[in-house]
């Protein structure tokens, strides 16, 4: 359960994920882990890179960033300002080193795909100044604690991914396979969420919101009859399905 933004995350919208997706007939195995309680997995990595001199205490504020850098794939690049020392600043988040080595990897749905971090990205953080680490340090530790050999996801994390193949290299965890798949948009080409006040998901339409999944991602008709339920059109789904 990704609640490692403990300020924005409430426990009973992970007991709704939950619900949704036993409804859905999507089934999780063993117990259900949440990064608010993995914590000192995150900051051993964090100490590893450290250690490494592959992290370092960053001053900057976003104003400081913005006014002093150009823009990449996701707003302003951190332009290295601290990288060789606070200059009697009090430290306010950690930060990983990129250099200008493409990253590169193969997408199993859109082929190859490569950033130039130092560029696109900058040096990025993985503890904020809220004292909170990073998505991308959290799922980086989350994937190899658990074994995670295969990724499938949205397409709107693909911009993530160099990065947290940048953080596997520096902790010398595996890479796994990816996969990202289209994501639905609203008229102004917004991914659906509660951000952008997209409708909740109705678990009582189960059946439905899996039919229209599988006709959404193009070329895996759904079976007749109408009336199937998720688990019989899952297993459909894991029979016929095409990348």
């Known amino acids: 359960m990704e609640d490692v933004d403990e300020p924005r995350c409430a426990q009973r919208h992970a007991d709704e994920i939950l619900r949704q997706l036993e409804a859905h007939g999507l089934i999780w195995d063993g117990e259900v882990v949440y990064q608010s309680q993995r914590k000192p997995l995150y900051q051993s990595a964090l100490d590893q890179l450290i250690e490494r001199g592959a992290a370092f205490p960053c001053a900057c504020t976003r104003r400081e960033i913005a006014d002093s850098s150009h823009l990449g794939i996701e707003g ?4 290295g300002t601290c990288r060789n020392g606070l200059n009697g600043k009090p430290a306010r988040a950690w930060r990983v080193r990129v250099n200008d080595r493409p990253v590169c990897f193969e997408d199993r749905l859109l082929g190859q795909q490569c ?8 040096d990025f953080i993985v503890k904020r100044a809220d004292g909170l680490f990073a998505y991308q340090l959290a ?12 990724v499938v996801r949205g397409a709107d994390l693909l911009a993530s991914t160099s990065r947290q193949i940048h953080l596997q290299n520096l902790l010398h965890y595996p890479t796994p396979a990816y996969l990202h798949l289209p994501v639905v948009l609203n008229e102004a080409g917004q991914k659906l969420s509660k951000q952008t006040l997209a409708p909740a998901l109705d678990s009582a ?4 919101n899996l039919r229209q999944a599988l006709e959404f991602l193009g070329s895996q008709p759904p079976p007749a009859p109408v009336s199937a339920t998720p688990a019989e059109l899952l297993a459909w789904g894991i029979q016929h399905w095409r990348r």
Do not use: K, M, R, W
């Not at 302003?76 to 332009?79: E, G, K, L, Q, R």
């Not at 799922?139 to 295969?150: E, G, K, P, R």
């Open 139 to 150: 799922v980086v530790v989350d994937d190899f604690a658990q074994s995670i050999t295969h």
């Open 205 to 208: 339409s189960a059946s439905n």
């Open 76 to 79: 302003p690049v951190y332009p």
């Open 115 to 122: 950033q130039q971090l130092e560029y696109d990205i900058g």
